[in-house]
């Protein structure tokens, strides 16, 4: 019986201890900006159950520590903005949210990070910007209906096609899902499914980030 619970007694701290090994082992250390195994973890799940893209390890570094580095900078600038966000956080996804480091600094950079996005798509934002954004695809071959998709007449490449640039940009405006156009005088609906819509989205998204990302830069490395 005692040997048992001695088994047990053991079995537990060896849990503990590589636990422990786990939480404080870093595996990435610059400009005293450390990154240990489980935040590697932790961040690349969180990644995954908010956006469905699965990182790899180091992409997940990359990301990370462009986060800390963030908002290492942005809490020594603006501090009060960093308490502004922790409350819209936790009122949004719950106050036990701030209790995780990673969950927190991935929230408070997304939302940081994501308002440069929001201005350029409300401000900037054009046509011209989406129809290149499509053709930089190279190829964009889309179902066309005359009966709301019901069933598929044809299907054309709509990477170069202007009109569906205009269509697809009212829409993101608009915030709304009507795609129709015009092919020889006929309208036709343009099918476009929820995982269509959103890499089309998402390559919107990158986009924005990369004109905005000078300004990004700007804002937070300027003293």
Known sequence: MRCMVFKNLFLILFLILNFNI??????????????????????????????????VSNMAIKNIYLMKNTLKRLLKKSPEYINSLDNIISKEFGAEVLDNNTHINYLRYFKFRNEFIINYFNKNLSEDDIHKIFKDIGSLPLQLSTNKCLTVDIILDLSTNKSFAKVFFENLKNNSKEFKILVENISYNICIDEKKFKYLENKVVDYIEMKTEKNFNEFIYNE
């Not at 595996?27 to 973890?41: M, R, S």
């Not at 932790?42 to 469905?52: A, F, L, P, S, V």
């Open 22 to 55: 786990a939480y404080t082992k870093i595996i990435f250390d610059k400009n005293d900006i450390l990154i240990t195994e489980i935040e590697i973890q932790d961040y690349i799940e969180i990644h995954k159950n908010y956006t469905g893209e699965e990182l």
